[in-house]
């Protein structure tokens, strides 16, 4: 799976466990349920930690292709090879396209 279509998913899964973390310690406090409030409560919190861990990550790669597109890029236009560039190029867009999952 490519990285985008794999950071796509985490972050369908991980807002879709806290909402129902969310759901489930807003039942628990409203039924009078501590058990169920504060199962709720970790799951959202575990969720929203992945997420914003997922992002971090996800953005440090972006960067990196950004990085490492912009130094083919050049290599490349200096060298005169054409090939090299069009990777450069290639990697610069994955980086952009990372950036906005």
């Known amino acids: 799976m490519s990285n985008i279509a794999e950071n796509v ?37 575990q969720a929203d930690t992945a997420q914003k861990f997922a992002d971090a990550k996800t953005q440090a790669e972006a960067a990196a292709h950004k990085v490492g597109g912009n130094a083919q890029k050049s290599t490349g236009n200096i060298l005169g090879d054409y090939s090299l560039e069009a990777s450069g190029e290639g990697n610069i867009t994955k980086g952009d396209l990372e950036s906005r999952v």
Do not use: H, M, R, W
């Open 9 to 45: 998913s985490t972050k369908v899964s991980n807002t879709a466990n806290s909402y129902i973390g969310g759901a489930k310690q807003t039942l628990g406090e409203t039924i009078n349920n501590p058990d169920l409030a504060a199962s709720g409560a970790a799951q959202k919190v």
